[in-house]
């Protein structure tokens, strides 16, 4: 069963159709990557999907169960988000991970060991005590990660979590976000305009286009079979590694 289901959304802004999509899923312990030109509808949808946005009409799905006003509440708390700015608080790198603890109420005892962790995990426990404000982006993008797995979130939306970073800081953080959510069982969606991540980090694809969802499947199934244009168009794009897995697989005698 799927973690999160949309059936027909629509959203409509200012007489506008931004997103119109039939139908979307977001299965158990996969990473999928959310790609599309500027404006194509990803954040939207991202905060659609997070329960920060409510869609103009359709419905949404939590392992089958529909999302409601009553229950969007709870949902919610099953879920994280870290934006393309880390938004961290004028306090203490500790403390900012705590916060989202204390909201949502974990009991107290747990919080410093389960803070820890995170700042273990992520690195970072070197910069605990100190003030966020003079922290590096990477390293404040760190801190923004290790905040929303802390929540032991269900599903985690990533929105270009990486823009901004130097190469060799993203390409470490890339490696170390692979490694934690290849271990754990949560849902992830990512935004990226960075096609190099994609074979490191995502199991399926999804390509957005003018607020429709136009393919999802495993990225080098979307590569070899591109649904339209639009997909031939983007996906020209894809790192090497992804056409050259293909033709690896030819010649071990895969069916690629
Ligand atoms: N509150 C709003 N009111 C009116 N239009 C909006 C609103 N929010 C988003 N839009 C429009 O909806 C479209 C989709 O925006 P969105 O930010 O979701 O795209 P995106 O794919 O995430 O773009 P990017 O890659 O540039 O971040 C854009 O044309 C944007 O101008």
Same mark, same amino acid.
């Given at each position: ?102 909201? /949502?109420? &974990? ?5 410093? *060991?389960? @803070?820890?962790?995170? %700042?273990?995990? !992520?690195? =970072? ?94 990225? /080098?199934? &979307? ?5 339209? *244009?639009? @997909?031939?168009?983007? %996906?020209?794009? !894809?790192? =090497? ?16």
């Amino acid at each position: 069963m799927a973690l999160l289901e949309v059936k027909g959304i629509r959203y409509v802004k200012r007489g506008r159709t931004i997103l119109d999509i039939d139908a979307f899923s977001l299965e158990e312990g996969e990473v999928n990557a959310l790609i599309g030109v500027n404006g194509a509808g990803k954040t939207s949808f991202m905060q659609i999907l997070a329960l920060l946005q409510e869609p103009t009409s359709g419905e949404l799905y939590f392992k089958g169960e529909l999302i409601t006003k009553k229950n969007l509440f709870t949902l919610r708390h099953r879920m994280a988000f870290v934006f393309q700015q880390p938004l961290l608080l004028d306090m203490t790198v500790r403390q900012n991970i705590e916060t989202g603890l204390r909201i /949502r109420k &974990v009991p107290k005892k747990y919080i410093h *060991q389960r @803070v820890n962790i995170w %700042l273990e995990k !992520l690195g =970072i426990n070197h910069l605990a005590n100190g003030p966020v404000r003079f922290l590096s982006g990477g390293e404040a993008q760190r801190v923004s990660i290790a905040r929303a797995l802390a929540l032991e979130p269900e599903i985690l939306f990533l929105d270009e979590p990486f823009t901004g970073l130097d190469s060799p800081t993203r390409g470490q953080l890339l490696f170390d976000l692979v490694k934690l959510l290849h271990g754990t069982k949560i849902a992830t969606l990512f935004v990226t305009h960075d096609y190099a991540e994609i074979p490191h980090l995502a199991h399926r694809l999804s390509v957005m286009d003018q607020g429709r969802i136009v393919q999802t499947g495993m990225p /080098r199934e &979307v590569y070899d079979t591109p649904k339209n *244009q639009t @997909v031939v168009q983007l %996906l020209q794009w !894809l790192p =090497i590694d992804i056409k050259n897995e293909r033709k690896l697989m030819k010649c071990e005698g895969g069916s690629a």
